[in-house]
Antibody, heavy 119, light 108 residues
Framework: QVQLVESGGGVVQPGRSLTLSCAAS????????MHWVRQAPGKGLEWVAI????????YYAESVRGRFTISRDNSKNTVWLQMSSLRAEDTALYYC????????????WGRGALVTVSS | EIVLTQSPGTLSLSPGERATLSCRAS???????LAWYLQKPGQAPRLLIY???DRATGIPDRFSGSGSGTDFTLTISRLEPEDFGVYYC?????????FGQGTKLEIK
């Protein structure tokens, strides 16, 4: 069955960097657009970034643009989120999710990786 | 950026009752690019409705979506105990996807 498993979360100091991974299985990864979505504690969902199925394009929410980088390796069925210059407001549970194209809903989600930015 | 505003913030209803949730967009959203999700405590969101009115796999027909332009509605005809949680609408018509702030559906 479809599985998305995030890893790499943890506690990091403000201004430092952290990279999240999302390992995909149970489907043809190279056919799907991938996203990162985050949820601050007790808050709603915030879309963070998208990478096209072939890695040719990416786009970011304004709140993370210039600090976060999304990338993928279809040979490894993995998508990453490199986060730099982290701020306290980046503290959240980070989900990866898939969609069949950039104009499609998110039909499968991972369980999330918790990132805490604190000194 | 298209801003989605959901109402009410909290809805208190009993099992068997009808629930009506609203999602209003700051700009026109094409019919194909609007979806609804349910998130239960400690779980990832689950896709319910997409393309405004199409149900995702395994979603019972008591869930229905409607609307057009900037106003959209999710209706649950007869609430079951497993329907309680936080509902989010989402638009994905542009490069920047956005979610509404959520409606919490709680048991009365």
């Amino acid at each position: 069955q479809v599985q998305l498993v995030e890893s790499g979360g943890g506690v990091v100091q403000p201004g430092r960097s952290l990279t999240l991974s999302c390992a995909a299985s149970g489907f043809t990864f190279s056919h799907y657009t991938m996203h990162w979505v985050r949820q601050a504690p007790g808050k709603g969902l915030e879309w963070v970034a998208i990478v096209w199925y072939d890695g040719s394009r990416e786009y970011y929410a304004e709140s993370v643009r210039g600090r976060f980088t999304i990338s993928r390796d279809n040979s490894k069925n993995t998508v990453w989120l490199q986060m730099s210059s982290l701020r306290a407001e980046d503290t959240a549970l980070y989900y990866c999710a898939r969609s069949y194209g950039s104009g499609s809903p998110f039909d499968h989600w991972g369980r999330g990786a918790l990132v805490t930015v604190s000194s | 950026e298209i801003v989605l505003t959901q109402s009410p913030g909290t809805l208190s209803l009993s099992p068997g009752e009808r629930a009506t949730l609203s999602c209003r967009a700051s700009q026109t959203v094409s019919r194909s690019y609007l979806a609804w999700y349910l998130q239960k405590p400690g779980q990832a969101p689950r896709l319910l409705i997409y393309g405004i009115s199409d149900r995702a796999t395994g979603i019972p027909d008591r869930f229905s979506g409607s609307g057009s332009g900037t106003d959209f509605t999710l209706t649950i005809s007869r609430l079951e105990p497993e329907d309680f949680g936080v509902y989010y609408c989402q638009q994905f018509g542009g490069l920047e996807h956005t979610f509404g702030q959520g409606t919490k559906l709680e048991i009365k």
